[in-house]
Structure formats: structure tokens, C-alpha cells
């Protein structure tokens, strides 16, 4: 108590009486019996793996960035000396004493070390997004500043990149002739908002099965899942508040959190005793200066994060955010249809009862082969963001064909159709995952994240590979999705394969069998 009261009074606040302390240590104390007991939390293992880098990987790839930004330097030397062609955007002549519009380092970094390896991202591809795919093939006579097209198709391409956990994603079949005939009834767009006279029957029968399909009073949905995030969270929290956020938060939340005007703090990855030392903090100084008690304390995590591959620990965070009385944000873009035994995401997935998380969010873009996103949750706090989310009043109303995809597809989920096509795929996803990931884990491979993740981080750790094990894979009509920095650390550069029901055994086959003949080679 005593260093408690005096590191509170060298901060310049009011020290907390012993009464008060008393009961925060207590508070603590019993979170922490609950926290020494998290195994009898778990329903199921939990297993997730994230090996350290090798301390002479970390140097080698240092080393790489390091000759990059020579070698980056040393060609902007001979850009200013006209010897080389300058494609970039830069500030003009006349402009040179305004703040500059371009930050010098993000335009270091695009033109002499993104742009090596550009090829490898925004490949157009001209068919469907299932287990395989037809590609554009493109070339570039400049160095990647600009692409033409052959003309040729590159047929036939595995497809690990794209995010259609359950094959929904498709021409053929229930959703699409459900979207179809939605486009000659309703026809594409309705051209106004939802609080104007956009409101169509199929909005509120796709927000009436989000509710029944997720078990709670009642939910949203938004146009863009994105949106769903940034335009939502400040409308929730505000000036006053905190929100504790996970380090490994989508860009979506980050922005959400920073437009609400509340107070951030951030958390280590899926470590609960952070959380619980900021919550703990939280409550005993309050609000900076004034320490004033904070008006909401929001937790805000997701069920899987996407370049992790790994699971929140809900059960832990649940029990956390009941013991402070605070507040959970859940984001289960990547998790709602792919985690569970019914597909309800990572709530299903331990076994928790929906009504314990506050604010549930998830997209339609993955496991529902649509677009857009929902808040779901207490019938009040829907209605309350129906007439103060930016989302809810000013974005145009979801395209009825896409409304269509959304609730056919989560009525096959749920067997509501009448058939098995929902089970047989939710089954269908988590044995591929879990043979894929044993496979590459046989063959020697580092991969991130949690054993039933349907997202499988590869880690590639050095620059120069980026580039070469995406065009390596391509040659082989693969197509897979390689990140760098400053999507991740500088030194976890990685290959992310998101696996999909439509994938047979024969083609996560054919994928491993060309890493093992490589890694024999």
C-alpha cells in the first residue's frame, strides 16, 4: 500500500486511502487465483506455437535491410543526378518550403525496396476464388513502376491466399442461384441509406439471422467491414474513456480507437497478465492528472488474428473483463465460420455463452463469400447505434444479391436449408487445416499460430525471400500470399496460407509434396 500511495503521489495525483487499496488489492488478488487456475477455463487444448527468431537469421536479415537502404541511396544519388528515370510522386519545385505531403521515409522505402518485389501483390485474377483460380499474366519493362498484360491466362492456380474458409465463395451451387434471382426481383443497388428509403425486407431478414445465428437479441450490419470497426468504435467510446487494445490489432480497430478520442493503451499479445496489470491500473489511478474513475474501459481483441494465425484466449479475457467491470470488443472477421463446431466463431469454439462478450463484430467477406460486416450484441446497444454510427447514417444500404449470399449461406451453416452442405464443410475445414499444418511441420517448417488456425503463417524471415518464394510458387501454379515489413517486425517476414472446405486432400498434397521436394533439394 505504502508504494503504492507514494509512486501515485509522484505522479502529482491524490494518493488513494488504504480503503480503497484494500479492496483493489483484493480485487487482485482473487483475478489472480483465476488466473493461476485459466486451465480449468479451457474446455479443449490449447495449443499455439511462436518459435524465436534464430539470433543469426535476426542478424542476416538486418543485414539485408541494411545493403537495401545502401543500395536505395545510393539510386536516388543517381536519380537526382538524372542518370536514372524518376517515376516517383515528389514535391514541387515551388512547394519546397511547405509541410511536404510525402513523408520522406514511406517514399524511401516504396520506391527502392517495395517496389523490387511489387509483382507479387495485386495480380488480377479473372474467375472465381475457389481452390483454384485463373490469373492475369502481366510483365513489367521498368522495374515493376508499371505493368502490361500478355493477353495470356494463367489457368488452373492453387489458391492459398484467398479468404474462403468455407468455399462459399463460388458461381455455382445454393448462394449464387439465391443471388441471382435476388438481382431480377431486386435488381443490384438501392441508391440510398438505410434510414432513408434503402431499408429493404432482405436487410432485416439477413440482420434477423445474424441474431439467430450468432444467439444474442439482436444485430447490424454495415456495408463494409472495415467501416464496421472504424466507424463504430467511436461511437462507443469517447473522450473519458480507455480501450485496451491487443499489440497485434487489425489496422481497422487501431484506426476505430484513435477517430474515438479515448485514451489507448496496448497490451502484449494474448498476455493476460498485461492485460490485468493495465486494468489494475486503471482502476487504481484513473484518468491521467484528474484521476477521475474512466467512464468505460473497453477491451478490444480479435478471434483470430490474420497474420498470426493465432486465437484470443477469450475464456481468460471474459474472466478479466468480469472481475474489473469493463467492457469486450470482439472482432471476428477471420473466426465467424471457421472456428466451432457450429461455425459461431471463437465463442463457439470454447464453448462460451455470447451474451459474456458486450460487443460481437465479424465480417461477411471470408467464411460467407459476400461483403460487409455486423455489430451484434443487446438489442439497446443495436439501437443505439442505428442513430449514432456514421456507418448506419450516411453509407449507402447493402447490395440485395450480396444480402442474399449472406443469408443463404449462413442458413447452410446452420442446416436451416434442409442438407448437410454447412457440417460437411465446417468438418471439411478443420481437418484440412489441421493435415496441412501437420505436414508442413513434419517437413521442418516454422509456422506461427494455433493448431486448429485455418490461417498458417510460414516464416520466410529474410527480405530477398519475399519476392523469390512468391514468383518460385507462382512458376508452379501456386498462388500464395507473402507479407514483410512494416506489415509485420522487420525480422518476421512470412508466406500466409489461408485454408479453404473446397481444398481436397489431393491438392494440399500437391502443395506440401513441392515444399518437400525443395526442402530435399
Known amino acids: 500500500a505504502r508504494k503504492f500511495r507514494t509512486k501515485t503521489a509522484q505522479l502529482g495525483g491524490k494518493p488513494p486511502n488504504l480503503a480503497t487499496l484494500f479492496i483493489v488489492y483484493v480485487m487482485f488478488f482473487l483475478s489472480a487465483q483465476t488466473i493461476l487456475q485459466h486451465d480449468s477455463l479451457y474446455s479443449r487444448p490449447f495449443t499455439e506455437s511462436f518459435e524465436e527468431t534464430p539470433m543469426w537469421v535476426a542478424v542476416l536479415t538486418n543485414v539485408g535491410y541494411v545493403i537495401l537502404i545502401i543500395f536505395g541511396y545510393l539510386r536516388d544519388l543517381l536519380r537526382h543526378w538524372k542518370i536514372e528515370q524518376r517515376h516517383i510522386a515528389r514535391e514541387k519545385e515551388e512547394q519546397k518550403d511547405f509541410v511536404p505531403l510525402y513523408r520522406d521515409f514511406q517514399n524511401f522505402y516504396t520506391?527502392?525496396?517495395?517496389?523490387?518485389?511489387?509483382?507479387?501483390?495485386?495480380?488480377?485474377?479473372?474467375?472465381?476464388?475457389?481452390?483454384?483460380?485463373?490469373?492475369?499474366?502481366?510483365?513489367?519493362?521498368?522495374?515493376?513502376?508499371?505493368?502490361?498484360?500478355?493477353?495470356?491466362?494463367?489457368?488452373?492456380?492453387?489458391?492459398l491466399g484467398s479468404y474462403n474458409y468455407l468455399g462459399f465463395a463460388e458461381n455455382t451451387g445454393p448462394c449464387a442461384d439465391s443471388a441471382a434471382q435476388v438481382v431480377r426481383t431486386y435488381g443490384i443497388g438501392v441508391a440510398s441509406t438505410r434510414q432513408e428509403i434503402g431499408n429493404l425486407d432482405k436487410h432485416e431478414e439477413m440482420e434477423k439471422q445474424v441474431a439467430k445465428f450468432l444467439g444474442v437479441e439482436s444485430a447490424m450490419a454495415f456495408g463494409m467491414g472495415f467501416a464496421t470497426n472504424s466507424m463504430n468504435?467511436?461511437?462507443?467510446?469517447?473522450?473519458?474513456?480507455?480501450?485496451?487494445?491487443?499489440?497485434?490489432?487489425?489496422?481497422?480497430?487501431?484506426?476505430?480507437?484513435?477517430?474515438?478520442?479515448?485514451?489507448?493503451?496496448?497490451?502484449?499479445?494474448?498476455?493476460?497478465?498485461?492485460?490485468?496489470?493495465?486494468?489494475?491500473?486503471?482502476?487504481?489511478?484513473?484518468?491521467?492528472?484528474?484521476?477521475?474513475?474512466?467512464?468505460?474501459?473497453?477491451?478490444?481483441?480479435?478471434?483470430?488474428?490474420?497474420?498470426?494465425?493465432?486465437?484470443?484466449?477469450?475464456?481468460?479475457?471474459?474472466?478479466?473483463?468480469?472481475?474489473?467491470?469493463?467492457?469486450?470488443?470482439?472482432d471476428e472477421a477471420h473466426s465467424i465460420g471457421a472456428l466451432g463446431h457450429r461455425g459461431r466463431g471463437v465463442v463457439d469454439y470454447f464453448d462460451l455463452d455470447p451474451r459474456d462478450v458486450d460487443v460481437l463484430m465479424g465480417t461477411f467477406t471470408k467464411s460467407f463469400g459476400a461483403a460487409g460486416g455486423y455489430i451484434a450484441g443487446k438489442r439497446e446497444l443495436i439501437e443505439y447505434?442505428?442513430?449514432?454510427?456514421?456507418?448506419?447514417?450516411?453509407?449507402?444500404?447493402?447490395?440485395?444479391?450480396?444480402?442474399?449470399?449472406?443469408?443463404?449461406?449462413?442458413?447452410?451453416?446452420?442446416?436451416?436449408?434442409?442438407?448437410?452442405?454447412?457440417?460437411k464443410r465446417?468438418?471439411?475445414?478443420?481437418?484440412?487445416?489441421?493435415?496441412?499444418?501437420?505436414?508442413?511441420?513434419?517437413?521442418?517448417?516454422?509456422?506461427?499460430?494455433?493448431?486448429?488456425?485455418?490461417?498458417?503463417?510460414?516464416?520466410?524471415?529474410?527480405?530477398a525471400k519475399i519476392g523469390a518464394f512468391g514468383r518460385e510458387m507462382l512458376k508452379k501454379n501456386i498462388g500464395v500470399v507473402v507479407v514483410g515489413f512494416p506489415a509485420t517486425s522487420l525480422v518476421e517476414s512470412r508466406a500466409r496460407f489461408c485454408i479453404s472446405a473446397a481444398h481436397s486432400k489431393e491438392i494440399l498434397d500437391t502443395v506440401s509434396g513441392y515444399f518437400h521436394r525443395q526442402a530435399e533439394s
Open 233 to 330: 468504435i467511436p461511437a462507443l467510446v469517447g473522450k473519458g474513456c480507455l480501450i485496451l487494445s491487443d499489440e497485434l490489432n487489425h489496422t481497422s480497430l487501431v484506426l476505430g480507437a484513435r477517430l474515438s478520442g479515448a485514451t489507448i493503451r496496448v497490451f502484449k499479445h494474448n498476455n493476460m497478465q498485461c492485460l490485468e496489470k493495465l486494468l489494475s491500473e486503471a482502476i487504481i489511478y484513473g484518468q491521467p492528472r484528474t484521476h477521475r474513475p474512466w467512464k468505460k474501459i473497453l477491451i478490444v481483441v480479435e478471434g483470430i488474428y490474420s497474420m498470426e494465425g493465432s486465437i484470443v484466449r477469450l475464456p481468460e479475457v471474459i474472466a478479466l473483463k468480469k472481475r474489473y467491470k469493463a467492457y469486450l470488443y470482439l
Open 385 to 423: 447505434l442505428r442513430s449514432h454510427s456514421h456507418s448506419a447514417v450516411y453509407a449507402a444500404s447493402m447490395s440485395p444479391p450480396v444480402v442474399e449470399q449472406i443469408i443463404t449461406s449462413m442458413k447452410c451453416i446452420m442446416g436451416d436449408d434442409g442438407t448437410s452442405i454447412g457440417c
Open 426 to 463: 465446417l468438418q471439411q475445414l478443420a481437418e484440412n487445416t489441421t493435415y496441412f499444418r501437420r505436414r508442413l511441420r513434419e517437413m521442418g517448417f516454422i509456422i506461427y499460430g494455433n493448431d486448429d488456425s485455418p490461417v498458417i503463417p510460414m516464416m520466410l524471415y529474410m527480405p
Open 111 to 159: 520506391r527502392n525496396l517495395y517496389m523490387r518485389i511489387r509483382d507479387n501483390w495485386n495480380r488480377p485474377i479473372c474467375s472465381v476464388p475457389g481452390a483454384k483460380m485463373d490469373l492475369m499474366d502481366r510483365t513489367s519493362h521498368d522495374y515493376n513502376w508499371t505493368f502490361e498484360y500478355t493477353g495470356r491466362t494463367v489457368k488452373d492456380v492453387i489458391n
